[in-house]
């Protein structure tokens, strides 16, 4: 590291919270020119480096098309793309610009990405040939949409440009600097109750980020880094893409969907040294018939609590046990079992790790807003005013949601999430204290999926809650009440299935529907979903 980690906290926020901090400059083109920013690998294992210069030359390009199209500093842009080298460049050339980017996941359904286009204000969308269709008027996508649509190939949906098409003469524009508080990301991100919440991260968030990279997975010039995370999640966009970048470090990304044997392959052939995902995919790699032997210098995993077979697994199958790490959308990670060798600790099983530097995490009475005794278990909190590498804004257009977030002196910022510290610092994560459901290391509101399944009209209501899952650690099952005269069968299961698909989520649709009388709820009418999950649970 080369000085101590919190000389090396007040460098990087040096240099990321300024007045004339450049996106476009701090991610790609202060760096050297030749240096390989990304490798894009192909299902068939094929592969393109895609350089710094030749990153900086196509965004440019592309921010120029985008000037074109009226976009400037503060404009939203959202995407609806696979992990490519088009993704990286189209990110940059909104950064170029100044204008903030609006990441939809893939998996998404016409409603869920309408509503976060239209929550953004996005002027301007980018979307992948196979996905393009989503935005296509009709249903839940305005016949007159306030964004143009750029298609990054082909595509039938009228008044759409293609990629390549808005065409620029003359010398590149400067790029954009909106300083350390200027917005980069507008992120949503689900919870329990009500619509997805913006979460608007600013450049200076950067510098959070860039600590991640160095002090928790420990990326170093020699390195062959891979995170498997989609981007178009946080885990995703803040360490497979803005933290390499920031810290210039060559990534891997992989344009093809999750197996475990392309993994396998990729982890073989092009010699992973340093490898983070979600902990369902270690559990997927043990599961499948392991490949070629892997050797890898460090392993992290992040999105929900690791299990101990997974990393005595990890011991003997990667060379390296996997360490867990801990953060939120709000702030990126904040507690971890670091690797770097200047906060190299032999953790006790099962923690979470310690706070890293920048950040001071607790663990608060959950009578009192007070730190709770060594071994006592309460709620995960943030110091706001003692973590320097704290950027949460608050979340888009909802005070009373920011407010519910800290205590009533502001001090705390509460994570949601149940657990304990010790008396060496080390965290052990118990539980959510909400029901937002981890699937497969991604963050599913309940809300979401029951708002959905109420949109039938044999649905008088809906409870969504997460069951444990050996693969997936979480999967969502459905308490359904029905109308008057209506029949809880296997076609209606099947039909309650495809709807969630086709209006929320592929990927978040119920794996069990059952039909119950009534829900469990409050004297105030709020739904139980504690005594479903206990229900289930009895009755397995």
Not at 357 to 363: I, L, M, N, Q, Y
Request: glycine share 10%; proline share 6%; charged share 20%.
């Amino acid at each position: 590291m080369g000085t101590d980690p919190n000389t090396r906290v007040r460098e990087l926020l040096d240099s990321y919270d300024r007045l004339d901090a450049c996106a476009a400059e701090l991610l790609c083109d202060r760096h050297p020119a030749d240096a390989v920013a990304f490798t894009v690998i192909d299902s068939d294992l094929s592969a393109v480096d895609l350089t710094f210069g030749e990153l900086r030359a196509r965004s440019e390009r592309f921010a120029a098309a985008l000037a074109g199209l009226g976009v400037g500093p503060g404009d939203q842009v959202a995407t609806l793309m696979a992990k490519s080298v088009d993704l990286v460049v189209v990110l940059l050339g909104i950064w170029r610009r100044g204008a903030v980017h609006v990441p939809l996941f893939t998996a998404f359904a016409a409603p869920a990405i309408a509503f976060r286009l239209h929550a953004s204000g996005a002027s301007v969308v980018i979307a992948d040939p196979d996905q393009a269709g989503k935005l296509a008027p009709g249903g839940d996508m305005p016949a007159d949409p306030p964004w143009r649509t750029i298609v990054t190939g082909e595509s039938d949906i009228p008044d759409t440009l293609r990629m390549d098409e808005p065409a620029t003469g003359g010398a590149a524009e400067p790029p954009a600097a909106v300083g350390g508080d200027g917005l980069l990301v507008q992120l949503f991100t689900s919870g329990t109750t009500g619509t997805p919440k913006g979460v608007p991260i600013p450049v200076r968030a950067l510098a959070s980020f860039h600590a991640y990279q160095e002090f928790a997975l420990d990326v170093r010039p020699g390195d062959v880094f891979w995170n498997a995370a989609d981007p178009g999640w946080a885990y995703g966009l803040y360490y497979a893409i803005l933290g390499p970048l920031v810290s210039g470090t060559r990534s891997l990304l992989l344009h093809a969907g999750f197996s475990p044997a392309l993994t396998w392959q990729v982890l073989d052939k092009f010699g992973v040294t340093n490898f983070t995902a979600a902990p369902t995919v270690y559990r997927a790699l043990r599961a499948a018939e392991p490949g070629n032997p892997v050797r890898l210098r460090r392993a992290s995993s992040a999105g929900e609590p690791l299990t101990p077979e997974v990393v005595a697994w990890s011991a003997e199958h990667l060379g390296v046990a996997v360490r867990d790490h801990y953060g939120q959308t709000e702030h990126g990670m904040v507690i971890c079992n670091a690797w770097h060798d200047d906060l190299d600790t032999a953790a006790p099983a099962g923690s979470m790790g310690r706070s890293l530097p920048g950040w001071e995490c607790t663990v608060l009475s959950d009578t009192a807003d007070t730190e709770a005794p060594a071994g006592e278990l309460g709620r995960i909190a943030v110091d706001a005013e003692r973590s320097a590498l704290l950027w949460f804004l608050g979340y888009l257009d909802a005070p009373e949601r920011t407010a519910q977030r800290y205590t009533a002196d502001g001090r705390w910022y509460l994570t949601g999430d149940a657990g304990s510290r010790d008396v060496d610092g080390y965290f052990h994560f118990s539980a959510r204290d909400d029901d937002v459901i981890i699937m497969a290391g991604y963050r599913i509101g309940p809300f979401d999926v029951e708002s959905v399944l109420v949109l039938h009209d044999d649905v008088a209501e809906a409870a969504v809650v997460g069951m444990p899952d050996q693969l997936r650690g979480e999967v969502l099952e459905a308490f359904v009440v029905l109308r008057a005269g209506a029949a809880g069968n296997d076609r209606l299961e099947a039909e309650l299935q495809t709807l969630v698909k086709e209006k929320f989520a592929a990927h978040a649709y119920p794996r069990r529907v059952h039909f119950v009388a009534a829900l469990p709820k409050t004297p105030s009418g709020k739904v139980q979903r504690f005594l479903l999950r206990q229900q289930e649970r009895d009755a397995g």
